[in-house]
Every structure is written in C-alpha cells, then in structure tokens.
C-alpha cells in the first residue's frame, strides 16, 4: 500500500535518506522543513538523485503534517519537545514514527536519556494517545540510506499499538530492510541506546556506519 509520508524536519540527511528510499517504493513524500525554501532545496537533491522517479513535495513542517497520512520525526533531539509541542494538533489521529534519538553533545557515545525515560515516551507525553507513536530506524545510519546500495541491517520497531507497529514494519521492508516487533513504548529505551552504542563502535573501528542483525530466529 502506498502512503502520502510526512518527514518533519526532511531537510536533514536522515530524513533525506528515508525520503529518498520511500520515494523510490512508491510512496508520496512530503519533505518538512521551518521554511519553504530549505524544504524545497532539499527535493531538488532528492529529485536528482531520484533522477525522474518518485513523487517528493517540499513543504513547511504543518502543511507536511496536515496532508500526510504517516508522520516521521527526524529533528535533533534538542528541538524533539518544541516541534511536538508545535504539531499537536496536525498529529492528532495519525501514526508518528520517531526516529529521533536523545544525544547530548559532546558525548553522543554515552547513552543519555531524558527524564520520560526515551524520546518516543516523551513524545507521548506531548501528544497523548490520540497519536499512535512507533520508535524505527534508529539503527540505520544515513550513509546507507543515502547510499542506494542494500542494507545488510535490521531495524527494531516498538511503541504501544500493535497495528500501528505492523504498519511500519511494512513501511521497513519497503525500504529493503528486515524489520522485527519489538514491543511496547517502554522498550524504546533499549533501542534508541543503541544509537549511541554504534557510534562508539564506528568510533573505535574506524568504520562508516555499524548497524545490527537479529540472530536465532527462522
């Protein structure tokens, strides 16, 4: 099924990398930004990397929020509160997938949680149950996105509602990636920090982008 795709804050590399893939699967994406013409600076790179395929809009963050059917949250975490805060009432009735993870500069390789306990369980706090709020892609870094080669990685979904869940699993393997449920809200906790696990990883190998394989299941 192909869905209308809201990145808010779109403008950034993984919010390009995930536009770049979804366009790609036939979905509808609409690229966020707090200004129209950073938004659209950011199609025009999609579309050439694109290269005539897909259908990518630039848009400020509302309007991307307002005409979408799926949300996805790709700001740093220092503006994760106030853009949700912002957006309450465009995210009400709608799944958010948030792809944020709570890094504190300088020590990114430290895993530092706000006091919610993870960043999607702060997003519920913010916008209350009437969005359905599912943590993916924390694990897949931009390069490989970007990259447009396959992705030897898996991608750990979790938030409350099961159904919700399911629809982004879909929205994983549309990427090309092999996606496992995870779980409840409350174990966001477990995979937003590993973020700040590989980059200590790629630190110490001198690597691009570690990512992670579920082993032992058929």
């Known amino acids: 099924m192909a869905y209308t795709i809201g990145i808010i804050g779109g403008t950034g590399r993984e919010g390009k990398g995930l536009g770049y ?16 013409e950073k938004a659209e600076a950011a199609v025009a790179e999609l579309n050439e990397m694109l290269a005539g395929q897909g259908d990518v809009t630039g848009v400020v963050n509302a309007d991307a929020v307002a005409n979408c059917e799926i949300a996805v949250l790709t700001v740093p975490f220092a503006a994760h509160a106030a853009t949700l805060a912002s957006l309450k009432p465009q995210l009400a009735g709608k799944i958010l997938i948030d792809v944020v993870v709570p890094l504190v500069p300088p020590k990114v390789t430290k895993v530092q949680m706000p006091s919610e ?22 694990t897949i870094s931009y390069e490989r996105l970007l990259s447009g080669e396959e992705i030897d990685c898996d991608v750990l979904v979790c938030g409350d509602t099961k159904e919700a869940r399911e629809i982004v699993l879909g929205l994983v393997k549309d ?5 496992w449920d995870a779980g409840v ?25 570690a990512g992670i394989r579920l082993t032992g299941i058929e």
Do not use: C
Request: proline share 1%; hydrophobic share 45%.
């Open 21 to 36: 893939r979804w366009a790609l699967a036939g979905h509808k994406i609409l690229i966020g930004s707090r200004t129209q």
């Open 117 to 138: 306990g993870s960043a999607l369980l702060q997003a519920k706090s913010i916008l209350g149950d009437e969005t359905r709020v599912v943590d993916a892609f924390q």
């Open 175 to 179: 990427i090309g990636l092999k996606g």
């Open 185 to 209: 809200a409350e174990n966001s906790v477990v995979v937003e920090g590993l973020t700040s696990i590989l980059i200590g990883l790629n630190i110490k190998y001198k690597v691009p982008s």
